[in-house]
């Protein structure tokens, strides 16, 4: 019985040289990769915190109770403020990237920090949005949520978030005659 192993070390002669070739292309694509990287890291959103105008955010305009204040503060403010407290990771592109659109997208949907300037309307209608977001699990994202101990609501939060904002809804339709 002839051994295996000429065959063997003929086979690995035909390929040696397309193990090479793969090894540089795959060094030369790891450099670009990394090169791509740094890069990156000087361009994309910028982080903002825009200015806040005294008396105009949520917290100055309302009634909100203490407890309300610190889930709001825990799980809300960073995305749906102007006071947004900017982690080391959101330095590191294109992760950064993701997590600034996020934060913008976030503000532009409900700014607690311009909550003076929305119309009685629109309060009643964000309000509203928010009890129902808290309920179907869409807020805080989950991407926060592990990120950020502390920012998922407990049930009990979820209670008093909901009871805070139900009593502000009445208010509002008593105030304001909204069926």
């Keep these: 019985m002839k051994s295996p192993l000429p065959l063997a070390l003929g086979i690995f002669y035909l390929i040696h040289p397309q193990i090479r070739i793969m090894k540089k292309v795959l060094k030369y694509a790891l450099l670009v990769i990394v090169v791509g990287l740094v890069v990156c890291q000087f361009i994309g959103p910028d982080k903002t915190n825009p200015a806040i105008e005294e008396g105009a955010d949520l917290l100055s305009v309302e009634n909100v109770p203490a407890n309300v204040v610190d889930i709001l503060k825990t799980s809300c403010y960073d995305c749906h403020s102007n006071e947004t407290v900017w982690p080391w990771y959101t330095s590191i592109a294109p992760l950064s990237w993701g997590i600034i659109n996020h934060v913008n ?39 926060y949520v592990k990120m950020h101990d502390g920012a998922e609501l407990t049930d009990e939060e ?14 509002y339709v008593g105030e304001h005659h909204v069926d």
């Design 105 to 143: 997208d976030g503000r532009e949907e409900l700014n607690f920090s311009t909550w003076k300037s929305y119309k009685e309307g629109k309060k009643l209608h964000k309000l509203e949005e928010c009890i129902e977001m808290v309920a179907k699990g869409y807020m805080p994202i989950e991407g």
């Design 158 to 171: 979820k209670v008093a978030l909901k009871g805070w904002i139900k009593e502000r809804l009445g208010d």
